[in-house]
């Protein structure tokens, strides 16, 4: 018989458990009986008469899984960053809800495929909203009681931001476009606004940067692979009107007296690129350790891997989580998402 003895504090008396185990099949269950350390000589009960094959128990070893499954947990709060219930978050959505195509959508399928997400935005960061959508339906359908329009700014600018707290201060930022402009697209750049939240300023950038089919020439088709390969190559590693442009983006913030920055939208580039690496040398990538890193968010391209040309970006005094990209649309990007703790 295995007997381990627990010493407990109650009051000013101190007691004793005693801990007895034994593997002998005749035995019989035992039960904890505390007893004074004065009376020691009946430190255990036993619900039967004794038994003599008792006194050949054997040592029970500890159970590994038992201690892992004590000790994980443990190990897992300590590791994960805390979460206070006090923390303020942000749902954010960015949405490229356009498409190059006919038919063009319409009010009712935008937000359908908002609505589709399942996320109930604080923030929604809109792109390449149809000339038929009109910006103040979009927010009144969608809940939204603020709403900045970047057609009010510049009437090229089809980006907005919808807010459930006030929108202030709202601006433009304009970026690089080719000289080519082989696809009439509104002009490339930036609308920002500031939200105010438990006192905490957060700037809000809606981002649609220039398309690469903008540059190629007549003779060349995104459906051939070997002019894809070479824009690829070029994205990586060359500088090229999206990477001049995320460098104008990130001067333009650096201008601006507030500390908590979400920068998101149709980057029209893909992770690793050159831009994206410049942008990531600045902000935190709110996909950064999310499954849905290397998934897809524009449908539209001709080949079966989709490339992720929509992107959440945010201050690193800030984090994210749960970020996704959807799978529904009403155009030939698909919303992304995330969650942003601000404080």
């Given at each position: 018989m295995d007997t381990r003895c627990y010493r407990l504090q109650h009051g000013g008396e101190v007691h004793t458990l005693v801990w007895a185990l034994s593997c002998s099949e005749k035995s019989t269950p035992w039960t904890l009986s505390p007893v004074s350390e004065r009376n020691s000589e009946n430190r255990y009960k036993k619900n039967e008469p004794n038994n003599s094959n008792l006194s050949r128990g054997i040592h029970v070893r500890p159970d590994p899984l038992r201690i892992l499954s004590t000790i994980f947990p443990i190990l897992l709060m300590l590791l994960l960053p805390s979460d206070p219930s006090g923390a303020t978050h942000l749902k954010i959505i960015?949405?490229?809800?356009?498409?190059?195509k006919n038919p063009v959508p319409n009010l009712d399928h935008v937000i359908e495929a908002i609505q589709a997400t399942g996320v109930p935005a604080d923030?929604?960061?809109?792109?390449?909203?149809?000339?038929?959508?009109?910006?103040?339906?979009?927010?009144?359908?969608?809940?939204?009681k603020h709403f900045v329009s970047g057609?009010?700014?510049n009437p090229r600018c089809t980006r907005a931001i919808f807010s459930r707290t006030k929108l202030i201060d709202p601006f433009v930022i304009e970026t690089e476009r080719s000289p080519q402009k082989r696809i009439f697209t509104s002009a490339p750049g930036a609308l920002?606004?500031?939200t105010v939240i438990r006192e905490t300023h957060v700037l809000l950038c809606s981002v649609h940067l220039e398309t690469m089919r903008n540059e190629m020439s007549a003779d060349e088709s995104i459906d051939?692979?070997?002019?894809?390969?070479?824009?690829?190559?070029?994205?990586?590693?060359?500088?090229?009107?999206?990477?001049?442009?995320?460098?104008t983006i990130i001067e333009k913030m650096s201008e601006i007296a507030i500390n908590r920055v979400i920068i998101a939208g149709d980057f029209n580039t893909f992770p690793f690129s050159k831009a994206i690496r410049k942008m990531g040398s600045v902000y935190n990538d709110a996909f950064s350790f999310s499954t849905a890193f290397f998934k897809g968010s524009y449908i539209d391209f001709p080949f079966c891997i989709k490339p992720r040309l929509d992107h959440i970006f945010h201050s690193p005094n800030m984090s994210a989580r749960k970020s996704t990209v959807h799978d529904i649309t009403s155009g030939d990007h698909v919303p992304i998402s995330t969650i942003i703790r601000i404080d």
């Open positions: 960015s949405f490229n809800a356009g498409t190059g923030v929604l960061l809109a792109q390449e909203i149809p000339w038929s959508v009109k910006h103040d339906d979009l927010a009144r359908k969608l809940g939204f057609l009010i700014l920002c606004a500031t051939d692979t070997g002019v894809i390969f070479r824009y690829v190559q070029h994205e990586l590693f060359n500088q090229n009107i999206r990477s001049r442009s995320v460098g």
